[in-house]
């Protein structure tokens, strides 16, 4: 509690300040560290850390590092939670199957726009794996098997599986080999891999691989993107407890304690700090400009793990530390520390709600001014100049919209004389034509290779066919004529 009573927010300054940041929570952590590219922006009081949002949006934008039991499915633990927070939405970041325990990161209403993100992210399992015989090398012989099965990997998922069974590629990161007892024919091991990896898959392959046979006799998930089981990982019995307490007693800490802010999902991305005067444009969809942009990067340093690369998805925060969006960068650090104009990064799924901070676009001296004339119908209700719009208005601005219009409008206008050399009939003809050559050939080719019995039958069939369409229309239309009668 005591470490809430600190206001982490950034405010405007001059020269860049020592302040230790290590230990700032979530998004702010190591914020000193940030490049940096102005210092400079209006403070908004809108929004606030996310420590310190009120109850109800804190819930709204949480997650939970659910302990998952074994038995029930993923997708019934998920609508428990829903039934005990009350919430509109919930979802997970990968189902488990129901006898598997561990971690399932449970994101609540806002925070099921990170599920997607979560659920490509990389997981961590300790298995128990039984082999069907004692294998003569023992341990050594074990964990050689368990190397060789580490990259690229070929898997089919199992007979019993949700999804189709088709063969798919998926990468093992990292093993080791925790215990193993030849006796007992059982061995425990730690992997990292992929989302969307088999480790019963995974057992199979390593009894083939040790020629005894096996399968997995237990598995949790110890890690599942940015949570693991060390971080604050609470059962379904805190959930509930911490909910009861709420109702009852109005005590929010435990419940404050069980569920996280959804920034913790998204502290292993590269940041960008946007302007408070910015934030909402991007909320709407707007694309980030470099006008909009504060800090950015990971580390100041220059290791290629630090540098934001193009085409990368990065966090787009605010001054509070609140996450706005992922986003897929459109420049480099270098270029980011150098351009003076140009798009920063496009989002791609906003996080933020609306309207959360004021709006803060077309407050600038030409929107204000260009509002002033459409007002006193100088230009028309779109903007557009007319015959009372000043000329030092003509000559001063450029409408960027109209020119895009232009050069749309400029292909179709080289378009239209060859049109005319070449008139719509014949071109569409020539279109039927070829259509009727298509369709003759697809037929030809369809038939190729046909008894004379198979081509009897086919015309056969074909004949049936019509008579019995004629016969309907002929029927239809008598029944039409008796109508009339």
């Known amino acids: 509690m005591a470490m809430e ?4 927010t950034i405010k405007p300054e001059a020269s860049t300040s ?12 190591n914020y000193e560290k940030l490049m940096v590219r102005t210092g400079h922006f209006t403070p908004i009081p809108a929004g606030s850390s996310p420590l310190k949002r009120d109850l109800k949006s804190y819930i709204n934008s949480g997650v939970i590092n659910l302990d998952k039991p074994s038995n029930p499915s993923s997708h019934e633990v998920v609508a428990w939670m829903k039934r005990i927070l009350r919430a509109e939405k919930t979802g997970h970041s990968g189902t488990l199957d129901p006898k598997v325990t561990g971690c399932l990161i449970v994101c609540i209403d806002r925070a099921t726009r990170l ?3 979560q659920q490509g992210a ?6 128990v794996i039984r082999l069907h015989d004692k294998i003569p090398g ?20 199992p007979l019993i599986s949700a999804v189709k069974r088709q063969l798919r590629i998926r990468t093992i990161h990292e093993s080791k080999l925790y215990e193993f007892d030849n006796d007992r024919h059982l061995g425990v091991f730690w992997v990292s891999c992929e989302a969307g990896t088999y480790i019963r898959t995974l057992c199979v392959h390593l009894g083939l691989l040790l020629g005894v046979g096996a399968h997995m006799q237990e598995l949790r998930r110890v890690r599942s993107g940015a949570m693991d089981e060390n971080k604050g990982m609470v059962t379904l019995h805190d959930v509930l407890d911490a909910q009861w307490l709420y109702d009852n007693q109005r005590d929010e800490t435990y419940l404050r304690k069980v569920i996280k802010p959804l920034e913790s999902l998204l502290t292993t991305y590269k940041r960008i700090v946007v302007k408070d005067s910015a934030v909402n444009a991007v909320c709407y969809g707007a694309k980030l400009m470099i006008p909009g942009l504060l800090r950015f990067g990971k580390l100041f340093d220059l290791s290629a793990e630090s540098n934001i690369e193009l085409g990368e998805e990065v966090v787009l925060m605010t001054t509070k530390g609140e996450a706005i969006a992922i986003g897929i960068a459109q420049m480099s650090t270098v270029e980011l520390s150098t351009c003076d104009h140009g798009v920063v990064a496009k989002v791609k799924r906003c996080i933020m709600e609306r309207d959360l901070y004021p709006r803060r676009w077309g407050l600038g001296p030409v929107a204000l001014e260009k509002k002033k004339l459409k007002s006193s ?9 007319n015959e009372a719009t000043p000329a ?6 450029k409408d960027y919209s109209a020119l895009e219009e232009e050069g749309s409008a400029q292909p179709a206008a080289e378009a239209a004389p060859k049109e005319e050399s070449s008139p719509e009939q014949n071109d569409s003809k020539m279109e039927i034509d070829d259509s009727k050559e298509d369709d003759e050939k697809k037929k ?19 004949k049936e066919k019509k008579e019995k369409k004629e016969r309907r229309k002929s029927k239809q239309e008598k029944d039409d004529s008796d109508e009339s009668d």
Not at 5 to 8: F, I, T, W
Not at 18 to 29: C, G
């Open 5 to 8: 009573a600190v206001d982490y």
């Open 122 to 127: 990389g997981k961590e399992y300790v298995c």
């Open 392 to 397: 030092k208005w003509k000559s001063e601005y």
């Open 444 to 462: 030809r080719k369809r038939h190729e290779g046909e008894t004379a019995e198979e081509r009897a039958e086919r015309k056969r069939k074909k």
């Open 138 to 157: 023992g341990e050594a012989q074990f964990k050689r098997a368990l190397e060789t099965l580490t990259g690229a990997l070929f898997q089919r998922p």
């Open 18 to 29: 020592n302040i230790s940041t290590e230990d700032w929570p979530l998004l702010l952590k």
């Open 377 to 385: 119908g100088k230009l028309d209700k779109y903007g557009r100049m």
């Open 115 to 117: 599920v997607k993100s």
